[in-house]
């Protein structure tokens, strides 16, 4: 498949990135600077890229098959870009005529009750809540955008740099917790769920939930 990646520079695009390449796909990797540090693969290219400009989303994703987002408010930007980067994106693939979207979102936006959301819960950080609802303003608008092929992939509550490991479990709409009720996954397993739901499409219009 040919991939492109918005936020390939980041934490969980990097892992993505190499998800991806280690499975044979062809990925361009998108940021701001055109760079990507730590990927030497004769399949993978960076290249520069708004995610808040339609019309740059458009012309980068022409020709390809589905395009990856691990996009998120870089250093101390204001978290009120995630739903712009989500309308820009969604209007760029429209423009290119890509109709397959997976997007790292945040676990604020999975349910751990039938209508309790975990950002809504009294133990949720009040320090992460303006981004966990700026993730779900961006699932707002990947919602109403289901002319596209859509899914919204949410890691648990905590995320890490860590071992690949291949063993993890997801769940449509939910937060995936261990019987501690810990909700925790490494980045690297993170990326293979993101990546086999990209070439799977096994939650299309739905949100996914990944954790041990
Ligand atoms: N437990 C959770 O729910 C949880 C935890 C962690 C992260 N997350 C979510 O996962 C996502 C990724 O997190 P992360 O930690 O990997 O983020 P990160 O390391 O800060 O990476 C963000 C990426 O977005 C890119 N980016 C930002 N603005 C851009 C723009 N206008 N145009 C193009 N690229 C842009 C950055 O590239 P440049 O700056 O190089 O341009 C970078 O590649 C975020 O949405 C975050 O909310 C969820």
């Given at each position: 498949m040919k991939v492109l990646l918005l936020?390939?520079?980041g934490r969980i695009g990097r892992r993505i990135a190499n998800e991806l390449l280690d499975r044979g796909h062809e990925v361009t990797g998108v940021s701001r600077s055109g760079t990507v540090e730590g990927i030497d693969d004769p399949d993978f290219e960076a290249v520069a890229g708004d995610a808040t400009d339609a019309d740059d989303v458009a012309e980068l994703a022409e020709g390809y098959d589905a395009v990856a987002s691990a996009l998120g408010p870089s250093g101390?930007?204001?978290?009120?870009?995630l739903p712009e980067m989500a309308e820009a994106v969604v209007a760029g693939l429209r423009e290119a005529g890509v109709d397959r979207l997976v997007w790292t979102g945040?676990?604020?936006?999975?349910?751990?009750?039938?209508?309790?959301?975990?950002?809504?819960?009294?133990?949720?950080?009040d320090e992460i809540e303006p981004l966990a609802r700026s993730a779900i303003d961006a699932l707002e608008v990947l919602r109403d955008a289901d002319d596209l092929r859509w899914t919204y992939v949410a890691p648990a509550a905590i995320i890490e740099p860590?071992?690949?490991?291949?063993e993890f479990r997801t769940a449509e709409g939910e937060l995936v917790a261990d019987e501690d009720g810990e909700s925790y996954i490494t980045m690297e397993d993170f990326a293979i769920a993101f990546v086999d739901e990209l070439e799977n499409g096994e939650a299309v219009h739905s949100r996914l939930g990944v954790g041990y």
């Open positions: 936020g390939a520079s101390d930007e204001d978290v009120e870009v945040g676990a604020g936006g999975l349910n751990v009750g039938p209508d309790t959301l975990l950002v809504e819960t009294d133990e949720f950080p860590g071992e690949r490991t291949g």
